[in-house]
């Protein structure tokens, strides 16, 4: 069964400044589907940015991009220029693609990131 | 686009009592979830649907919960006989078929659930 990490429970950074947020997965496919939602105080939970498991470039969302290590099994999310917002909680998610079982995703913990002003 | 939308927003209700939630997708998306969500958790997957088959249910719903979707719209989540651990923000999400790529996910403000 797929599993996702999430190995930071809280972070914190200061307005302007660039923080990382951790994620690995457990997988036996090859083709895959990654993606980061962040969910706010209000509780509506958004798409930030997703990651094709066969891409080999790193996907980028004007401030958000990810470094995907497909060996390491790894996803992190790298939040620059950080801002007051950006507060929320952001869970790490993997997604099968169609042909490999169906559309269910499933969701780390989360990682909870305050932006200081 | 008018987003996904539940109702109700907030229910409290007794132990032992039946409850229904409503879950509207936005309209041109074919496939729709359940998921659950505790106090620092992340969303545990329950149930989805393609249309109005439901296709996968997760071993965490138990046969005290139901969810139907009729005509492929919107989508009812009942649980009968709650119990005090059933207390939990049940967040439903809708997505369209994307062709080669990732489908993301559309959330829902949620339901929060509170048994007394």
């Known amino acids: 069964a797929q599993t996702v990490t999430q190995s930071q429970p809280e972070m914190s950074v200061q307005e302007a400044e660039t923080v990382t947020l951790s994620c690995t997965y457990d997988t036996s496919e090859s083709n895959y589907y990654l993606f980061w939602y962040k969910q706010p105080p209000s509780r509506q939970m958004i798409l930030v940015i997703r990651q094709e498991a066969y891409k080999q470039q790193n996907a980028t969302e004007n401030r958000f991009s990810v470094n995907f290590q497909k060996a390491a099994k790894s996803f992190s999310l790298k939040i620059s220029d950080s801002q007051l917002g950006d507060t929320a909680m952001y869970f790490c998610a993997f997604m099968n693609p169609p042909q490999g079982g169906g559309f269910k995703t499933i969701f780390g913990a989360g990682t909870r990131l305050f932006v200081k002003a | 686009d008018t987003g996904v939308s539940q109702d109700p927003r907030h229910k409290i209700t007794k132990r032992g009592q039946n409850v229904t939630f409503r879950c509207d997708p936005i309209?041109?998306?074919?496939?729709l979830y359940w998921y659950r969500q505790t106090l620092g958790q992340g969303p545990e997957f329950l149930t989805y649907?393609?249309?109005?088959?439901?296709?996968?249910k997760s071993r965490l719903l138990s046969d005290r919960f139901s969810a139907e979707r009729p005509k492929g719209s919107f989508s009812t989540l009942e649980i009968q006989r709650t119990e005090q651990g059933d207390s939990a923000m049940y967040l439903c999400?809708?997505?369209?078929?994307?062709?080669?790529?990732?489908?993301?996910?559309?959330f829902g403000s949620g339901t929060q659930l509170s048994v007394l």
């Open positions: 649907f393609q249309n109005e088959a439901q296709l996968e």
């Open positions: 999400a809708s997505s369209r078929n994307e062709g080669t790529q990732s489908e993301k996910l559309f």
């Open positions: 309209s041109e998306h074919n496939r």
